[in-house]
C-alpha cells in the first residue's frame, strides 16, 4: 500500500515524540527499574497505536462520506 506525503510526516511526527519516550523506557529496564520501564514502553506504543487508529477511523469516514456524496449525486 502507498503511503501518502501527509501520512508519511504524520507518521514522522508521532515517531519524533514516541522514540525518546520509548529509549527512557529501554534504558529504565536496562537499569533494572522494570515497571518505569514498561510504562514509558506502553506509553510508546500507545502513541503510535492511537495516532494510527484515529487515522485509519477518520479515513474511513471521510472516504465513506465521499463515496455516499458521489453515489447521491451520481443517481440525480
Sequence with gaps: ???GIIRML???ATLVVAGPI???GVLNVLEGQY???VF???AAFGLVGVSEYIYVRLTDRTV?????LKNVRGGE
Design 1 to 3: 500500500m502507498a503511503i
Design 10 to 12: 504524520q507518521l514522522a
Design 35 to 37: 515497571a518505569l520501564g
Design 40 to 42: 514509558f514502553l506502553a
Design 64 to 68: 465513506g462520506r465521499l463515496r455516499r
Design 22 to 24: 520509548a529509549l527512557v
